[in-house]
């Protein structure tokens, strides 16, 4: 009897985590908070999961993937760097830049307005992409 107890509080458990919510797309303006190669913030909104892709310093629309994003007011962007060089995450209308994100380090800023955000490598200006937001 007691197992059974164990497996059905196990199975809530995991059916209460598997339930959670990830959209790609997010504009607005950002709010974000820095500590060394990482970005934190607190949002009550959606986040939504960004790769800087290997190799992205010789690619231009598909360095950042996915590329665009779309995302709702009070969403978030995480930008993880799966490249073996530093990069950046830097808003074109300096709403927001990351500084450098060295390998394996990530960023993460909240966009509170809606807009379109093209943003871009300050280190490879040639790496773009967009982030909408609705």
Do not use: E
């Not at 164990?6 to 709010?31: D, M, R, Y």
């Amino acid at each position: 009897m007691q197992i059974g107890r164990v497996i059905a509080v196990a199975f809530v458990v995991l059916s209460a985590a598997a339930c959670g919510s990830n959209n790609s797309n997010s504009t607005g303006t950002p709010s974000s908070t820095t500590t060394g190669t990482t970005t934190t913030t607190t949002t009550t909104g959606a986040t939504a999961a960004a790769s800087i892709v290997s190799g992205a310093s010789f690619l231009t629309t598909t360095a950042f993937s996915p590329n665009p994003i779309t995302l709702k007011v009070g969403d978030s962007v995480t930008w993880t760097n799966n490249d073996s060089v530093a990069h950046t995450s830097t808003a074109n209308n300096s709403a927001w830049n990351s500084g450098l994100i060295n390998p394996g380090g990530s960023f993460k800023t909240t966009f509170s307005t809606a807009g379109s955000f093209v943003y871009h490598c300050s280190i490879h200006p040639g790496m773009v992409g967009t982030v909408t937001v609705q």
